[in-house]
């Protein structure tokens, strides 16, 4: 069956709105967390306009379901919100929600809190902490990945992160052991600030955080193989698409025995963090401008994809469909913002 263009995004539509039937709101302070308590993706908003109670996302919004979390056990990956999961439950711990994921040889609870940094007077930010425990009766390995659908560097001078350390705009991995204890996606009128080093001591640190674009990442299952200076692209699909990629590699975990591995996300506080952040990046904001012939070329070729598509003249996978609606909702607010 041949489907028009409308057709195509109407079924869009569709599933954001069935997604949404089961999203609830929790604020505190500055903060707006929504979460999906029949599969547990989540996102994340910082309130920008107070007079008009206007929130901005922090990450990706459009498609929570392009943020997720999966577990390998026993060899085998499980993303949470989509496959071999018995039972997804949700209650609320001090008033904020835990969703927990029962399969037949472990359970995840994945535990949300406010976070007030010290640059601020309200809360900024979240607490994400997930527990995973062996309910088998022997030792397992386990590990856990959590991908993390960043967008804001991408508004600013196209420098998709920095560190305490470097700025970054290509792809790259960061081991848990080097020196960078945080990353920051920082956009026109808020940033992102991931820890790397966690701040609770019976966390695991991450082995890897690989940034790198989000189509690589989330077409691989675990470890996406490392393409040094690579950029955030992958044409024609997912343009300018930065991710941040957490990697908790596989270890053993003995039987009743749990793992917990802790991430906080909040706006921009460097001195919270515990470290001096010294790059000056005003050098860069020369770069803050669209190259329009470009982005007019990219959006041309994404449409004669879609019309090829609509012709029968090639496949598409329902994720090619969803990057290439990304990407033109993408380059359409880069366009109209930067005129």
């Known amino acids: ?198 701040h609770d001591s019976d966390s695991k640190i991450p082995d890897i955080v690989h940034m790198a674009n989000w189509r690589r990442l989330n077409n691989a299952q675990w470890r996406l193989r490392f393409s040094r200076d690579r950029s955030f692209s992958s044409i024609p699909y997912s343009i300018r698409d930065s991710a941040v990629c957490y990697i908790y590699e596989p270890a053993i975990l003995e039987a009743g025995g749990s793992f917990t591995y802790t991430i906080y996300l909040t706006t921009e506080d460097i001195a919270w963090y515990g470290e001096t952040f010294t790059y000056d990046i005003s050098a860069f904001e020369t770069a803050e401008r669209i190259d329009y012939d470009a982005d007019l070329q990219l959006m041309l070729s994404l449409q004669q994809t879609l019309n090829s598509f609509i012709a029968g003249e090639i496949s598409l996978t329902d994720d090619d469909l969803t990057d290439i609606e990304r990407s033109i909702e993408r380059l359409r607010t880069r366009l109209f913002y930067s005129r």
Request: aromatic share 12%; proline share 5%; no cysteine.
């Open 1 to 198: 069956m041949i489907l028009s263009k409308a057709a195509i995004f109407s079924v869009f539509l569709f599933f954001s709105v069935l997604i949404n039937t089961f999203a609830s709101d929790f604020i505190e302070g500055n903060i707006k967390l929504i979460v999906n308590e029949r599969a547990g993706s989540f996102s994340l908003y910082y309130l920008t306009d107070p007079q008009n109670m206007r929130y901005s996302p922090l990450f990706y919004s459009r498609e929570p379901r392009s943020s997720y979390i999966s577990v390998s056990f026993d060899g085998n990956v499980h993303r949470l919100d989509r496959y071999n999961i018995s039972r997804i439950s949700s209650e609320r711990l001090n008033g904020w929600p835990v969703v927990t994921y029962t399969a037949p040889a472990f359970t995840v609870a994945k535990e949300f809190s406010p976070v007030t940094t010290v640059s601020s007077h309200v809360a900024n930010g979240i607490r994400l902490s997930i527990t995973v425990q062996n309910t088998s009766n022997r030792p397992v390995p386990t590990g856990l990945r959590v991908l993390l659908d960043t967008h804001l560097g991408e508004e600013r001078g196209n420098i998709p992160f920095v560190t305490n350390n470097r700025i970054i705009t290509s792809e790259t991995i960061i081991e848990g052991t080097s020196s960078e204890t945080f990353w920051i996606s920082r956009g026109n009128e808020l940033s992102l600030m991931g820890s790397i080093i966690p």
